[in-house]
């Protein structure tokens, strides 16, 4: 017996609203349903991982899943707490766009078509590309009134915004094309559940209202809550702006130590939310975690199963051996391991000096690596102090002052760590 998506997603924090009748409705039958996303890049974010979970978790329910990328509504604008419209996109972009969104989804969604409820893939540009205004308005406008549409919170919200710009028709009318995308895949797919964010659920029950003026029949609704931090701050940012599903935008290392750095409390409510581990195990590892906080263990199942899902599991032993570097439990040989790009990562931050890559090939002394040629410590003398007391490492590995840093040294060809002490790390780029 399938499993019930709605209890699925309740006991996991994933359920905000339905539409009563909903979880009867799933329950009688394989029901399609579908969520939408942005095309306004190539790559979804952390910020999209609650509605791929759901999509996955309605997939391994029974249920077939569609993924709309919305590539005319993404020309538009949302007025959803959005205070600035989208930019225009051209078709090239946004069918680049969708094959790299599609790319990530396939991770989480099997698209592969073998088993009756396999995912699939729509774009909302599609059908409504050739739809002219004046058919738009004949047949869809006519049946959604005014007062309807402003008595969604979403438009009241702007309307009555401190900034009061007020709202162009274009991002008025966004609710009716989302509606219609709605009845279209109703008609089209069968499609009788449209899920999203909880800011949505206007935009959504537009659409059930269209397929009952419309098309006669009922479309069920159903939203999961935002996801917010117990600090207060975004979900989904770091320090360098959004954490990307694109290993491009966003390194494995990177995107690891953002699961890694979740709170206790967060940790708690995000292992339920953004991995597939069952109810009676979660229970288990949170009983487990609150007895010994400090092993991080929820955090640690939550960093490795994302960036293996995310990514690879070779990502994920790389993302760890790097982790490791940096908090010291490392070998020159885990160091030589990194890629360049990881390197960089991890060492983000750390000062660097440039040094005449001949002048590595010949040889160089630890007072030119730690004083002369770099002023990582203020004089040769204090470099002398360092190597003295034992204190100065070179890959890792501890060092006397007759050691010379040699090409052999040179991580990707490049780079070699020194470190004084456990607290000071100072990067040599030969150049």
């Not at 029974?62 to 600035?84: C, E, F, N, R, V």
């Not at 009756?116 to 006519?142: C, H, M, P, T």
Request: hydrophobic residues 35%; aromatic residues 10%.
């Amino acid at each position: 017996m399938a499993k019930n998506f709605v209890e699925e997603l309740q006991w996991r924090g994933m359920l905000h609203d339905v539409m009563p009748g909903t979880e009867e409705h799933l329950q009688e039958a394989m029901r399609s349903a579908y969520i939408g996303f942005d095309p306004t890049s190539d790559s979804l974010h952390i910020g999209s991982l609650v509605p791929i979970m759901v999509l996955a978790h309605f997939q391994r329910c029974g249920h077939k899943p569609y993924a709309l990328i919305g590539g005319a509504t993404g020309m538009i604008g949302d007025p959803t707490g959005k205070s600035q419209e989208r930019n225009l996109l051209d078709e090239e972009t946004l069918r680049k766009n969708q094959n790299g969104v599609k790319q990530q989804l396939s991770k989480f969604l099997d698209f592969s078509g073998k088993e009756q409820n396999g995912a699939v893939l729509v774009n909302n540009y599609d059908w409504l590309k050739d739809f002219s205004f004046l058919e738009f308005i004949r047949d869809v406008g006519k049946h959604i009134t005014v007062n309807y549409m402003m008595a969604k919170d979403s438009v009241k919200k702007r309307l009555s915004s401190e900034a009061n710009e007020g709202m162009s028709f274009t991002e008025f009318t966004y609710q009716l094309v989302q509606g219609y995308d709605f009845l279209h895949l109703y008609r089209a797919a069968n499609c009788t559940l449209q899920m999203g964010g909880s800011d949505q659920w206007g935009n959504i029950t537009t659409g059930t209202e269209l397929i009952r003026r419309i098309g006669g029949g009922k479309g069920f609704a159903l939203t999961s809550p935002l996801i917010t931090k117990a600090d207060g701050s975004k979900f989904g940012k770091s320090e360098g702006g959004n954490v990307w599903l694109d290993p491009e935008k966003t390194s494995p290392y990177k995107f690891y130590q953002y699961w890694i750095n979740t709170s206790d409390e967060d940790a708690e409510k995000f292992i339920k939310i953004f991995t597939f581990i069952e109810k009676q195990e979660i229970e288990s590892l949170i009983a487990e975690h609150n007895e010994a906080p400090h092993a991080r263990l929820l955090q640690k199942l939550l960093a490795e199963e994302l960036t293996e899902m995310v990514h690879s599991k070779e990502d994920l032993e790389n993302a760890i051996k790097a982790s490791n570097v940096l908090f010291g439990k490392s070998t020159a040989e885990d160091l030589k391991g990194l890629d360049e790009k990881t390197f960089l990562d991890v060492f983000d931050g750390v000062p660097q000096a440039e040094v005449e890559k001949a002048k590595i090939v010949a040889g160089l002394d630890m007072i030119g690596a730690l004083a002369a040629e770099t002023d990582f410590l203020p004089s040769n003398g204090e470099a002398r102090r360092a190597l003295k007391a034992n204190s100065v490492s070179v890959n890792k590995e501890k060092v006397k002052e007759d050691y010379a840093i040699t090409e052999a040294d040179l991580i990707n060809g490049k780079y070699v760590i020194i470190n004084k002490g456990k607290k000071n790390t100072y990067i040599i780029k030969a150049v």
